[in-house]
Nanobody, 120 residues
Framework: QVQVVESGGGLVQAGGSLGLSCVAS????????MGWYRQAPGNERELVAS???????DYADSVRGRFTISRDNAQNAVYLQMTTLKPEDTAVYYC??????????????WGQGTQVTVSS
């Protein structure tokens, strides 16, 4: 059993900042990568940011320079610091993790999603 739980999110005015947290727990052998997707109403889910076990990061062009992803391997946690938020950042944000539950088996696990709303 593996659980991925997000926290943070909420309502913020345009130009403001918000932070998201995500922790994976359970039968974890190794976490390969963690990150965040988001999905706005009527849109497909899009990758926002990711970080691998070595700390290499990647960002969607729309958030590069405004969002920062970080990871705490000891805590099995990933964080997303969002600054200079825009109304178009409004979406449900989902944390994901690629987790090996033993030396051979891995799966992608998802959190339940957390709403981020940016008012203009």
């Amino acid at each position: 059993q593996v659980q991925v739980v997000e926290s943070g999110g909420g309502l913020v005015q345009a130009g403001g900042s918000l932070g998201l947290s995500c922790v994976a727990s359970g039968s974890i052998f190794r976490i390969v990568a963690m990150g965040w997707y988001r999905q706005a109403p009527g849109n497909e889910r899009e990758l926002v940011a990711s970080v691998n076990s070595g700390g290499a990061t990647d960002y969607a062009d729309s958030v590069r320079g405004r969002f920062t992803i970080s990871r705490d391997n000891a805590q099995n946690a990933v964080y997303l610091q969002m600054t200079t938020l825009k109304p178009e950042d409004t979406a449900v944000y989902y944390c994901y993790a690629y987790i090996y539950t033993n030396v051979r088996s891995w799966n992608q696990y998802w959190g339940q999603g957390t709403q981020v709303t940016v008012s203009s």
